[in-house]
Every structure is written in C-alpha cells, then in structure tokens.
C-alpha cells in the first residue's frame, strides 16, 4: 500500500523543506497533496501570476522519489479577489455573505469567480500537466464542505427564478 500525505510547501521555510522531504522517504511516504490553498501565491495581484515557488517545490521533492497529487486552489479565491469582486461572495439563506477568511467562500455561479478560476487553472495544467512528479490531480477540495454548495445571492436568487418561470411559466 502506498501512503501519502498533505503538504503544504508555502507554509514552510525553504529550508524545512530537506527535513520534511527526509522524513517523508522515511516514513514510507510516496505521494503529497499539494497546492489546493495557494491561489493568493499564484496570483498574488490580478493577472499577475507566480509560478516559481511551485516550480521548485515539485522540482525539490521530485529529487526525492516524491510523487505529486497537484490540485487545483479554486477553494480560496484570494483577499484582494474579495475586495475587488465582492459579488462573488456566497450568502446564506438570510443574505448575509459569506466572510473572507476561511475557505468556499465563493458562490458557485459567480460568473467572474468561474472566469477566474478557469484562467488560474488553465495556466496551471498548461505549466504543470507534463511534470515528471504529478501522477494525478486534485479539482477541488471537499464540495459541499460545510453547507457551501447553497448560496442565496441575488444572482442565485435571480437564476433560480428565471428556471422557476421557464419551466412552470
Ligand atoms: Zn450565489
């Protein structure tokens, strides 16, 4: 059986990163999971993107006989994302929205939210897709993780209507 674990190479000093991969090899380790939280450091500014960090994380733990689960980090659309698109935000049934802070935050059918993240996942899979360490991909990260799969903002609300009326008239 080949066991794996999370890793998040961003949460840690370069330096660690020997250490962790060491330990890894030997625990028996073989596969990490990694990326699912970091849009923030792929794309700390809009449009402005940043790929080395993970250039050299999947390039150091590859040296390590460390297989990669890459994922993609549509789950935390990033701070400036929020204040600049706050309609992306999910609300609860009482129209409150969700706050930045935690992750899922987003609403599902945000046209710019879905616009986004197919731009920031495409150059990823385009980056990424014939590196020798990935052997799968993540799409995202625990659908549905508390009740985030329902949003009630007004795009929702309006979508939900005009179904209502096309269908039932
Ligand atoms: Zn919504």
Same mark, same amino acid.
């Given at each position: 059986m080949r066991i794996g674990a999370d890793y998040y190479? &961003? $949460?840690? &000093?370069? &330096?660690r990163w020997k250490t962790d991969a060491e330990m890894m090899v030997k625990a028996n380790i073989k596969v990490i999971r990694i990326g699912e939280f970091a849009w923030s450091l792929y794309e700390p500014e809009e449009g402005k993107y940043e790929f080395d960090w993970m250039d050299e994380a999947l390039d150091f733990f590859g040296k390590y006989g460390i297989k990669v689960v890459m994922c993609t980090p549509s789950a935390t659309p990033p701070k400036w994302m929020i204040d600049k698109y706050p309609d992306i935000l999910q609300n609860d049934i009482h129209g409150n929205p969700k706050l930045f802070?935690?992750?899922? $935050?987003?609403?599902?059918?945000?046209e710019t939210y879905r616009e986004k993240t197919k731009k920031l996942n495409t150059l990823i899979a385009k980056r990424y897709a014939k590196h020798p360490a990935i052997e799968a991909w993540q799409v995202d990260n625990e659908l549905g993780w508390s009740n985030t799969t329902r949003c009630y903002c007004k795009s929702c609300k309006n979508r939900f209507r005009n179904w209502l009326k096309e269908k039932y008239g």
């Open positions: 190479p &961003e $949460h840690w &000093e370069k &330096e802070g935690t992750r899922k $935050h987003y609403c599902f059918n945000s």
